[in-house]
C-alpha cells in the first residue's frame, strides 16, 4: 500500500547527511519547499523515488497486524539510521533523492520463494514477535527491480488473533487515529511516516539511545477523548495525502516519544 503524507506545522532540525522532514503540529505555516505541502511544488518537478517495504505473509501463518505495524516501523527507523544511509554511504544519494521529492513508502507482500527473493536485494530486513519486514534504498517511483513489483500491494490484511497488549506509554508510541479504517498495508505506510517524523525530531543523542535500544515502540488506538488531546499537543501528526483509501488531509498517525512529550509538555 502506497502512501504520501503530509504531517502540519514547523520543520524539525535536519539531520547531518540528510534534508529535513518533520514539521510539527501545532505551529506555523509549512516551509515552502516542504515535501509534505498539498498543493504543487518545485518538489513535484523533481524525479519521484519511492521507500519500498515487503512484509512476509504466509497464507498459514500470517504475522499478527500489530506485530507486523510495530516492524513497519522499526523497519523505516532502522534503515534512517543505517550507516549506509547516511554521508557517503552506498545508499545515501538515494536517500536524498527520495527526501528531495514527495515522502513516499508502498507495502508490498511476499510468501514463499517471492519472500527469498526479496531477500536477496540489498536492503534490512527488520524481524518481530513474529513479523519479518524487509526495508529497500528508495527506488524510482516507476523504476522498481523486477523482484519486487511483481510483488501484490493488495492482500495485506492482517488480523490479531488476540487483543494487544496496552502500550507502553513510557517509551515511543505511535498512536492511530480510532475514527479511521485502514488496511494492514496502509497503516504500516502511516506508522512508518510517524516513526519518521519522531526520528527527524530527536537529537542525535536522543537517537543514539533509540537506536541502541532496538527501536522498541508500541502502535496502539486511543479513545476518542485521548485522540484528541494528542491531535492539540504538539505532538507531530502524519496527514494523509488521500490518494488511496482515505480522504486528503486527514491525521492518521501521533508520533509520541518521550523526548517530544517532555518538550511538549514544557
Do not use: C
Request: charged fraction near 25%.
Amino acid at each position: 500500500m502506497s502512501s504520501n503524507d503530509i504531517p502540519a506545522g514547523t520543520t524539525a532540525p535536519a539531520p547531518t547527511a540528510t534534508p529535513p522532514v518533520t514539521p510539527a503540529e501545532p505551529a506555523g505555516p509549512l516551509p515552502a519547499d516542504s515535501p509534505f505541502r498539498t498543493e504543487p511544488t518545485p518538489r513535484d518537478e523533481a524525479p519521484q523515488f519511492v521507500l519500498p517495504l515487503v512484509v512476509h505473509i504466509e497464507k498459514t501463518d500470517p504475522p499478527a497486524r500489530t506485530d507486523a505495524l510495530r516492524t513497519a516501523a522499526r523497519a523505516v527507523l532502522t534503515i534512517l539510521a543505517d550507516d549506509r544511509a547516511l554521508g557517503d554511504g552506498e545508499w545515501a544519494q538515494a536517500m536524498r533523492d527520495w527526501q528531495d521529492a514527495r515522502i513516499r513508502k508502498v507495502v508490498r507482500r511476499a510468501r514463499g520463494a517471492e519472500w527469498r527473493k526479496a531477500g536477496t536485494l540489498p536492503g534490512i530486513t527488520v524481524t518481530g514477535d513474529a513479523a519479518e519486514v524487509r526495508v529497500y534504498p528508495p527506488v524510482p517511483l516507476d523504476g522498481w527491480p523486477k523482484e519486487l513489483a511483481k510483488l501484490q500491494v493488495s492482500g495485506t490484511d492482517l488480523d490479531d488473533p488476540e487483543p494487544p497488549a496496552s502500550p507502553d506509554t513510557a517509551g515511543p508510541v505511535l498512536w492511530l487515529n480510532p475514527g479511521i479504517d485502514m488496511s494492514a498495508g496502509k497503516t504500516m505506510a502511516q506508522v512508518g511516516h510517524g516513526a519518521q517524523l519522531a526520528w527527524w525530531e530527536l537529537t542525535d543523542a536522543e537517537r543514539k539511545e533509540w537506536q541502541e535500544a532496538g527501536f522498541p515502540l508500541s502502535v496502539a488506538t486511543p479513545d476518542a477523548e485521548t485522540w484528541h488531546r494528542l491531535t492539540v499537543s504538539g505532538l507531530p501528526v502524519v496527514r494523509d495525502a488521500g490518494f488511496t483509501e482515505i480522504a486528503p488531509n486527514s491525521a492518521t498517525v501521533i508520533a509520541d516519544h518521550p523526548a517530544l512529550r517532555a518538550r511538549t509538555a514544557g
